[in-house]
């Protein structure tokens, strides 16, 4: 069992940056293909961006292409999401997640997940 600890949010102002962190409370991140979700209210959970275990592959939704930069820090046992130029319409709870599959060769995100992190809110409002 793994337990992933996922934290940083906050609220920001449009336009300015947050960076998550997500973490393990025991056990390692190495093998796992980590994905990062969010679920704003009245919506469906969605993902946001994913990244293999050797850390070369990504993806994100369209909507954040250009604005969030996900990586990994192994010697830390860290991934982290970091968000610019933030809108809005990024308000959600953000849920980092240790996927079932790997992020294929195309770099796309399973959606199946094995674990899941406690979220963290991130609200961008003026």
């Known amino acids: 069992q793994l337990q992933l600890v996922d934290s940083g949010g906050g609220l920001v102002q449009p336009g300015g940056s947050l960076r998550l962190s997500c973490s393990t409370s025991?056990?390692?991140?190495?093998?796992?293909?980590i994905g990062w979700f969010r679920q704003a209210p009245g919506k469906e959970r969605e993902v946001v961006s994913c990244?293999?275990?050797?850390?070369?592959?990504?993806n994100y939704v369209d909507s954040v292409k250009g604005r969030f930069t996900i990586s990994r820090d192994k010697a830390k046992n860290m991934v982290y999401l970091q968000m610019n130029k933030l809108r809005p319409e990024d308000t959600a709870v953000y849920y980092c997640?240790?996927?079932?599959?790997?992020?294929?060769?195309?770099?796309?995100?399973?959606?199946?997940?094995?674990?899941w992190g406690q979220g963290t809110q991130v609200t961008v409002s003026s």
């Open positions: 025991g056990g390692t991140l190495d093998y796992y293909s």
């Open positions: 997640a240790a996927l079932k599959f790997r992020v294929t060769a195309q770099g796309l995100c399973p959606p199946e997940v094995d674990f």
């Open positions: 990244i293999n275990h050797f850390g070369d592959l990504s």
